[in-house]
C-alpha cells in the first residue's frame, strides 16, 4: 500500500509550506534561547509562535486579555492556555502582583477574566526586546544563504495571503492556514492527523515509540490521542518481539488514500500563483542540501545542542526535563542528517518545548 509519496520522494506543496516553516523557527529558536542564556536566562526556549501569536502585542505595556484575544489568532480558549504557561513560566504577570498567585488556576488558563491585565515581568521584557531584530536578522541570513529563492518565495506568498511586507515566517504560517482550511472543507480527516500519523503508516505498521521520528514531531504532539483512535489500531505483532505497533483500520486507510487525492488537487488549482512548490524544493537542494541544514545546527549551550537546562518555569534539571533535551537532541540530529524526509509535514507545536517545533 505505501506509495511515493508515503516514502517521502514526493512531498506535498502543505508539506513543504510546514517543513520550511519549521526549519525557520527552528533557526530562530535557537538563536533566541542562545541569546537568553547570555542575559542570565538559561532554559528560556519560548519559540517563535509564541511572538507571533502572543508576545509581539504585550511590547508597549499592560494590555487587557480581552484586547489581546482580537489581535490574536488563537481561539480564546488557547489564547488563556498560553497565557497560563507564560505566567508559570514567569515572562507574565497577571495586575495585582502576588495577589495575582493566589486567584484559582494560577498558571493555567483558569480564572482568567477578559478584564485582566497582562504585564510583562523581566524575563518577558528581555525576550519582548530580543525578538524584534533576531526575525529580521533570521531572514537576512536565509536571504544571504539562498538568494533570490527566498525572494521570490515571499512575492508569492505575499500574493496568496495577501500580505505584502510580511516577514518570511508570517507568509508560510498564513499560507499554509489557507491550505489547511481548503483541504478540512473537502475532509471530514483534518490535516493535522493526515499529514502526520496517518501519513507515515502502512501494512506493516509502526513501531508506537517511532511515531515521534518519522512524523518529525515530539513524543507529545504525536501521541494516539481521541482524535486518531478511529483511523488506528495497536497491537502486538507475534512476528516481531519487541515493541507494539500501530496499523491504519479501514476508515484509517480511506483517510490516507483521500489525503494524497485531495493535496495534490488543492496543489493543482494553486498552481495559477506560480512556481510555489519548485522554489520550496529548491531550499532544500541549495549548495547540495548544506544550505538547509545550516538552519538546523544549534548553537552551543542550546537544548537542541544537547545542553541540560531547566525546564520553563523551574530551578533544576529534573528527570522529565533530561528526557525532553534528548529527544530535542535526537530530533535536531535527524532533521540535521536528512531535512527533506526528516522535517514534519505538519507543524505541532508542543507546550512543553515553549510551543516550539
Not at 108 to 134: H, K, M, Q, Y
Not at 163 to 168: F, I, R, S, V
Not at 252 to 270: N, P, S, T
Request: aromatic share 8%.
Amino acid at each position: 500500500m505505501a506509495t511515493a509519496s508515503q516514502n517521502g520522494s514526493s512531498r506535498p506543496l502543505s508539506a513543504l509550506l510546514s517543513q520550511v516553516l519549521v526549519a525557520f523557527a527552528v533557526e530562530l529558536d535557537n538563536e533566541f534561547e542562545w541569546r537568553m542564556l547570555g542575559s542570565g536566562h538559561p532554559g528560556a526556549r519560548l519559540s517563535l509562535k509564541v511572538w507571533l501569536d502572543l508576545m509581539r502585542h504585550l511590547n508597549g505595556g499592560g494590555v487587557s486579555v480581552g484586547s489581546l484575544a482580537k489581535l490574536s489568532p488563537l481561539p480564546a480558549a488557547s489564547t488563556k492556555l498560553m497565557l497560563g504557561c507564560l505566567e508559570r513560566w514567569r515572562f507574565i504577570r497577571f495586575q495585582g502582583g502576588e495577589e495575582a498567585k493566589k486567584r484559582d488556576g494560577w498558571g493555567s488558563g483558569r480564572g482568567i477574566r477578559a478584564d485582566c491585565i497582562i504585564l510583562l515581568t523581566a524575563l518577558g521584557s528581555r525576550a519582548v526586546e530580543i525578538w524584534p531584530p533576531l526575525l529580521a536578522e533570521i531572514e537576512n541570513r536565509w536571504l544571504a544563504r539562498f538568494g533570490e529563492t527566498v525572494s521570490q518565495i515571499k512575492r508569492l506568498l505575499a500574493a496568496i495571503t495577501e500580505q505584502p511586507g510580511a516577514e518570511l515566517p508570517v507568509l508560510l504560517s498564513h499560507a499554509l492556514l489557507i491550505f489547511e482550511r481548503e483541504f478540512n472543507a473537502e475532509s471530514a480527516t483534518p490535516l493535522s492527523l493526515c499529514a502526520s500519523t496517518l501519513r507515515v503508516l502502512g501494512d506493516a505498521g509502526v513501531r508506537l515509540a517511532d511515531i515521534p521520528r518519522v512524523t518529525g514531531s515530539s513524543p507529545e504532539t504525536s501521541g494516539l490521542g481521541w482524535q486518531l483512535k478511529p483511523y488506528v489500531r495497536v497491537e502486538r505483532d507475534p512476528g516481531r518481539t519487541r515493541g507494539t505497533f500501530v496499523f491504519l483500520t479501514a476508515k484509517g486507510i480511506k483517510a490516507q488514500h483521500h489525503y494524497w487525492h485531495l493535496v495534490c488537487e488543492i496543489e493543482k488549482r494553486w498552481e495559477r500563483f506560480g512556481p510555489l512548490r519548485a522554489l520550496l524544493l529548491a531550499l532544500f537542494d541549495y549548495c547540495g542540501g548544506l544550505a538547509m541544514k545550516q538552519t538546523l545546527e544549534p548553537p552551543p549551550g542550546v537544548a537542541r545542542a544537547g545542553a541540560l537546562t531547566p525546564a520553563l518555569g523551574r530551578r533544576s534539571v529534573g528527570p522529565a526535563a533530561r528526557q525532553r533535551m534528548r529527544d530535542l537532541a535526537a530530533q535536531t540530529e535527524e532533521f540535521l542528517r536528512d531535512p527533506a524526509g526528516a522535517l514534519p509535514h505538519y507543524p505541532l507545536w508542543d507546550m512543553n518545548r515553549g510551543f516550539g517545533p
